[in-house]
């Protein structure tokens, strides 16, 4: 293996508590560099961001050990993860009882299902520990193309075949929103349901008054 | 409930048949499930039993489940009952549906009485805050039985009528037999969530149904079975071939699932992909994305395969390349991102032989394609091919003339009418356009064609010269039109046909074809080449020979005597154009309209019914017409086309239903657990519910007796949801409101807004879910995302297999798992709920502090808007539409909510007057987004 310099400096990488020594979802922490640090928590993914970890099999045998490490972690950290790896068939109570600690104690809840999916978690909470979100706050841009068969295809049961058949017969997004239903059911493929659900959608007001 | 003293009901019926007698009787003595064959006049049924009901005054009857045309039905058959028993009390038929009726006109209405067709989503937030008390209510009527489950509104509804009201009645109805055989004791089950006890199942094999239809006279019924061109079954067949191998990449790409079912003869089902997605449910999220288009695929198909026989070639054919247009690749893209089906020979043949059946090129095809500057090339001429079932048409209409003037029917009831049942609306446009240019003649049309036929019998020649005309122009603008949509997809396109070996292909090197190649010669390259990619692609034909196409086929003398083409159905204009017909020498063209053909027949009284497409519903109306009317006689024409599938779909209708009735026959004979349900189950509906509905929740225990059963305030969009009939049956008091903030409010702290995945997935594509956040993380001190997975869908996420392999993805991810990152890193004070199904969300809901209503529904509201807020409720999908325009921001879409009223006048606003709205940027990219035209 081969050394490079920088690459072991301490924020860049996530810390682990050697109480996670053997735990399978390391070898899955690839992309990222590691480190053991003596830390209250399982994990520490950023400056202000923690996480402890849990397989759902251990929780049933011993049910007391998740409260006694959240107390040890007391109210450090800014954003606390669960992180909970379902390993168990009947998970509906132990989930249940966990919701609910994870609202008491200030936890937020993260499930995966694999040491893989565990481990993904993990890298993604420290990669994008300083990513702005951008990518859930609006809808990406796309081309014009794209948006006009978004839009025409809200209404269920609209196809982008159907989409692509209404510009093109009618030239412009007004001009189909304004064409009447008869010429809407001469075109291919829309059938009574389809002019009905579109004309409707176009024509319903946003806000009903009662 | 005067009117109960039965036998001499004080009202005259419109049953002339004796099972329907039968039912009414027993309808008015008892509450059951009717499941009644197709055909049989159910809402016949339905409108005389709520008309026996309206005769008697002084009750508050309630239909739900009915559809608008039902309804529609209902209202005038109980005025018109109404008006012939001249019974006093009658009041007839009210709606009550969304917009038109606000609280205070409900109320009234519920207590003056009568008989009322409403919206489950209405009935269920009135009877939950005591608008309406359920113990006053004399009965309710269940329309399409069939859709209720057990998580239904419906469902819910009854429930909460049977906790109350223990004495009304409560009568439920289904014309489809097929969704109670699936699944384990379904008709026990499907029983259980209706509160009844009592199935009574009519099939046409009912003794007394089989005796009304058959004793008297038979409609007399003649048949056809019409043959395809060999172009068609060209066309059949390789569709086929293409569903065949559709289904098994389907079935390698997913192994472990039950797939007996899954092959090409079941394909042809009505529903065969909404099969195959129940199935795949539980593993949606995880069904690889070339599975989900697959699945997309199998519709795309099937309705190719329809319009196949019911489209003129040209239609078809434009049909086609409409769909080429639709999936063919994003420009540059090297994604094999394209329907696997369109790789293959058959799809080849498909298009091909479309395009052939309307022109073909004349001289030498190989080189039409292969060689666009080659001399040695004439010009395309039209083949038009007819559509078989025209030709016979015309002759049984002949036929039907001929016979009507040698021997004159006797006289009798019927009018001399003939009535011509299609498909749908677009063919019986196609037939009236038909019949009526059947006997023009363009003068002078090709050679050949006219020596053929001597005797000028009726042709569509006419008609498909025109739609030649309209298609080909229809393509031209169209081209323009994906050149715009798709410029430099269109420029690749035409690199690889026109300008072949002149520019290089702009398409990145694509993998080399690893199929077979396309057979040489002529056939294969008259038609579509292949991409660079081995996907299919239309050559195109060059401009000098469409040209020389549309010179060819330019309107002749005679033609242009005809009047213009009819877009739409004059009918509309009856207004304009009234006047009364001669009943005896009319030709009426009716698509098949359910229940609404029995109208037809009685008004039209046709002595001649042809039915140009089969439907077995049909033929039992027209028995039932037949048998209730014993003067009047009756001769069917019936046709189809020989081996193809919409004979085996007919076959296979048929035989299901029957398979249906005789299954629900054999559970109805071992039913114990319908007869067993006694009072107790419904006194106690919570625990019956846990029970029965769904065992995974049984052994939880008694649930905690408290003075005050725990309230949940939920908003009134969220009863589309199951979980607020579920939080019902939990015992939990559950409060409909209109929230602004947040789906269920737990408690003065907790707000919950809940996402099932599919909601997740696109509230973070739009950016709805971040916003959401922010509001409730303004106003609440605990709110929580809950994630709520489907029952029947399995409890993971999607994988991310194909990101390990793709070192790219980690730098820039996309999937589920890193939205939710970002969601958490941005709120850490949201916390997140995972719930395996509804059921468990009802569990999780439980026990929290006691939230105040009144205060949750003013939380988030924009007051400064000065308006009341119960009298708000918002459309979601012209919402969403809106969310999908450029320019749009969550901000500004409130603006533009407020002042435009729908999104017919936002496309055809000034873009001075949306700029005043929301800012001169975002004004002009609305303003584009509308009126860009794409024909430049």
Known sequence: PQVIPGARS????????????????????????????????????????????????????????????????????????????????????????????????????????????????????????????????????????????????????????????????????????????????????????????????????????? | MQAENDGLPPVKLSLPLRYQQDLFHELRQEDELVILARGLGLLRVVTNLLHSYDAAGENLVLVIGADDRELEWIGEALAEHAAISNSPMARGFRLINTDLVNVGQREKMYTEGGIYGITSRILVVDLLSSLLDPSTVTGIIVLHAERVIATSLEAFILRIYRQHNKNGFLKAFSDSPEPFTTGFAPLASMMRNLFLRKPSLWPRFHVTVAEALEGRKKAEVIEFEVPMTDAMRDIQNAVLECVEVSISELKKSNTGLEMDDWNVDSALHKNFDAIIRRQLDPVWHRVSWKSKQIVNDLGVLRTILHCLLTYDAVAFNRYLDTILAASSPPPGSTR????????????????????????????????????????????????????????????????????????????????????????????????????????????????????????????????????????????????????????????????????????????????????????????????????????????????????????????????????????????????????????????????????????????????????????????????????????????????????????????????????????????????????????????????????????????????????????????????????????????????????????????????????????????????????????????????????????NKSFTLEPFADLLHNPSAISNPSDLQSKLVLLTLAFPRLKVIWSSSPYQTAEIFENQEEPDPIKAVQIGLDLESGQDPSDQTFNQTPQDMLRAIPGITEKNLNRLILDVANVHELANMEEEDISRLIGKEAGRQVWRFFNRSLFD
């Open chain 1, 10 to 210: 301490g924020p860049s990488s996530i810390l682990v508590s050697p109480r996670q020594k053997g735990n399978p979802i390391l070898n899955n922490v690839r992309s990222l560099p590691w480190e053991y640090s003596d830390i209250p928590a399982d994990y520490v993914l950023g400056g202000t961001t923690c996480a402890l970890f849990l397989s759902l099999k251990y929780h049933r045998l011993h049910p007391e050990y998740v409260y006694s490490r959240i107390r040890q972690l007391g109210h450090k950290y800014n954003l606390r993860i669960l992180l909970t790896m379902v390993d168990i068939t009947n998970h509906e109570e132990s989930l249940k009882e966990l919701s609910k600690t994870s609202l008491v104690n200030d936890l937020t809840l993260i499930l995966c299902w694999s040491a893989a999916e565990a481990g993904r978690y993990l890298e993604l909470f420290k990669s994008c520990e300083h990513t702005a979100p951008t990518s859930i706050r609006a809808a990406q841009a796309t081309s014009y193309a794209d948006k006009v068969v978004e839009f025409v295809t809200v209404p269920r049961s609209i196809n982008k075949t159907d989409a692509l058949g209404l510009v093109s017969s009618f030239g412009s997004v007004r001009a189909g929103v304004n064409a009447r239903p008869e010429e809407l059911s001469l075109m291919a493929g829309w059938g009574e349901a389809k002019v009905q659900r579109w004309t409707s959608a176009v024509r319903e007001n946003f806000r009903v008054k009662r």
């Open chain 2, 336 to 791: 094999q991102n394209q329907s696997p089906w369109l790789f293959l020979d058959a799809a080849h043949t498909l298009f091909d032989t479309a395009k052939r059946r309307v022109y073909t090129a004349k001289v030498n095809a190989a080189e039409v394609a292969n060689n666009a500057n080659s001399t040695s090339l004439d010009s395309l001429s039209p083949v038009l091919e007819e559509q078989p079932k025209w030709a016979l048409l015309a002759e049984i209409l002949e036929e039907i003339e001929r016979d009507a003037y040698f021997n004159p029917p006797p006289r009798d009831d019927s009018n001399g009418t003939i009535l011509i049942m299609c498909g749908d609306e677009g063919t019986c446009r196609q037939l009236r356009e038909y019949l009526q240019t059947m006997h023009v003649r363009p003068e002078d049309v090709e050679k050949q064609e006219s020596d053929d036929d001597e005797e000028r019998g009726p042709s569509a020649a006419f008609m498909m010269r025109r739609a030649l005309r309209n298609y080909l122009n229809w393509k031209r603008d169209f081209a323009k039109v994906s050149a715009s949509l798709f410029a430099e997809n269109q420029k690749a396109l035409e690199g690889a046909t026109d300008r072949q070996g002149g520019t290089p292909s702009l398409r990145p090197k694509a993998p080399p074809n690893k199929r077979r190649r396309v057979r040489g010669g002529s056939s294969a390259a008259s038609g579509p080449g292949r991409a660079a990619n081995g996907s299919i692609q239309l050559a195109q034909d060059t401009e000098a020979h469409v040209a020389g196409l549309l010179a060819e086929i330019q309107p002749t003398g005679a033609e242009k005597l005809q009047k213009e083409e009819i877009a739409a159905d004059p009918l509309i204009d009856i207004d304009d154009w009234f006047e009364m017909y001669e009943m005896n020498d009319l030709l009426i063209v009716h698509p098949y309209d359910g229940d609404m053909d029995e109208h037809v027949l009685e008004e039209v009284k046709p002595r001649y019914v042809i039915m140009y497409e089969p439907d077995s519903a049909f033929i039992r109306r027209i028995e039932v017409y037949r048998s209730s009317h014993t003067d009047r006689n009756v001769r069917v024409y019936f046709m189809y086309y020989g081996g193809s599938v919409e004979e085996q779909r007919y076959l296979s209708a048929v035989r299901r239903e029957k398979d249906s009735f005789t299954k629900l026959i054999k559970e109805r004979a071992g039913m114990s657990v319908t007869l067993t349900l006694d009072a107790h189950g419904i006194d106690d509906p919570q625990e019956h519910f846990l029970r029965t509905v769904n065992t995974r929740i049984a052994g939880g225990g008694r649930l905690a007796a408290t003075a005050q059963p725990p309230r949940v305030v939920v908003d009134t969009r969220e009863f589309r949801s199951s979980l607020p009939s579920l939080l019902h049956g939990r015992s939990i008091v559950v409060v409909p409101c209109q929230l602004t903030v947040g789906d269920y409010i737990l408690s003065p702290n907790i707000c919950v807004e809940r996402k099932s995945i599919r909601d997740l997935i696109s509230s973070f594509n739009n950016g709805r879910l971040y916003n959401q956040a922010e509001t409730m993380l303004q106003h609440y001190k605990n709110p929580m995302l809950l994630i709520e997975f489907d029952q």
